[in-house]
């Protein structure tokens, strides 16, 4: 657990190999870290395609790199992805470091990156029973002006009035940073195996899918969220425990 910990700070994710397909063992594994995040989505969430869908998670659609819930105050930190049944030859998973890229977007476009850290947008999520709303930035950053979190989902974000000049310079930097996402050169991609488990820092890092044909067979994965105090938590704990 310690490794695995180390290893999900140092490169912002993990992948746990031969971890239990049944009982919704994601939720077990979870808490043996910390503790679950319930959202409006439940407990935990089946990723899988399904008619009248409140999620375009829950089609066999691609989805561009993006964050999970920049609606939401606080934001979930980590994401889990299990791995249940997964037959066909789409519905590959991709990953895209949102730190690299925003450093890159830092050296290469000043501007850019300057008033993507300044003008909070609103971000929102609608459904039948709920209506969620948050106003942040694209690229946010701690007091000391060092990178915090990233959140991007363009289905859900809505810019504020802005002056003409600096509402040209923000669509721009925008659209600078949306292609930078979704460069190949920054985005790994690969296949996940029944009983694999990803762990995702929801702060840094974007995820995404591409399409794939539900009538080649199953894709079936299941996620939950959880908190960085948990793994911190769990990783003082260890740290003590072993004299680390």
């Known amino acids: 657990m ?4 180390v290893s999900f700070y140092k490169y912002g994710f993990v992948i746990i190999k031969n971890i239990p397909t049944v009982d919704n063992f994601i939720v077990k594994f979870a808490n043996s870290i910390g503790s679950v995040r319930r959202t409006n989505f439940g407990e935990f969430f089946n990723v899988k395609s399904k008619p009248n869908p409140n999620d375009l998670a829950y089609t066999s659609l691609s989805l ?40 890159q ?4 476009f000043a501007d850019y990156y300057k008033i993507l850290t300044e003008i909070k947008v609103r971000f929102q999520f609608i459904d039948q029973t709920v209506v969620l709303e948050n106003w942040a930035e694209m690229i946010q950053l701690d007091e000391l002006g060092n990178f915090k979190q990233v959140r991007f989902s363009p289905r859900l974000d809505y ?29 790994v991609e690969f296949k996940l195996a029944p009983k694999d488990l990803m762990m995702m820092d929801n702060y840094r890092v974007l995820h995404g899918r591409t399409k794939f044909d539900p009538d080649e067979g199953k894709r079936f994965l299941q996620g939950c969220y959880i908190d960085f105090d948990s793994t911190e938590g769990k990783l003082r704990h260890l740290k003590r425990k072993f004299k680390i």
């Open 2 to 5: 310690y490794d695995l910990l």
């Open 64 to 103: 561009a790199p993006h964050t999970d819930n920049p609606y939401r105050n606080p934001v979930p930190c980590i994401q889990l992805l299990h791995c249940i049944e997964n037959q066909v030859s789409g519905g590959l998973s991709t990953l895209v470091d949102g730190f690299a890229v925003t450093e």
């Open 105 to 108: 977007l830092k050296k290469d």
């Open 159 to 187: 810019v504020p009035m802005l002056e003409k000049n600096k509402l040209d310079l923000y669509y721009k930097s925008r659209k600078k940073l949306s292609d930078l996402y979704n460069s190949k050169k920054n985005r």
